[in-house]
């Protein structure tokens, strides 16, 4: 054998392509409802971020592919929650023409 079965557990093991990835965080989950931001004049602001919706398209975009498919979880890095979320207000915008079922 060209192997001993002594040196098999001995060497750390690496993931395929040797890079190590940082785990995903569900980007909804992660940032507060409201937002404290400090303006120029040293004042601070309180903005509150948006939630998901089936009329903000610009964000909805962002999960959705080039052909138009919607991205999966593990693209994403949404939560489960949010997943679906997502998933049911892009499938309202679809249903009401504020976003396209398949694009040319």
Known sequence: MAFNKEDRGTAPRRRSGGIHRRRKVCVFCAR???????TEEGSSEVKKVPTISYKDTALLRKYVSERGKILPRRVTGCCAKHQRELTTAIKRARHIALMPYVTD
């Open 32 to 38: 507060p409802a409201v937002k404290e931001v400090n």
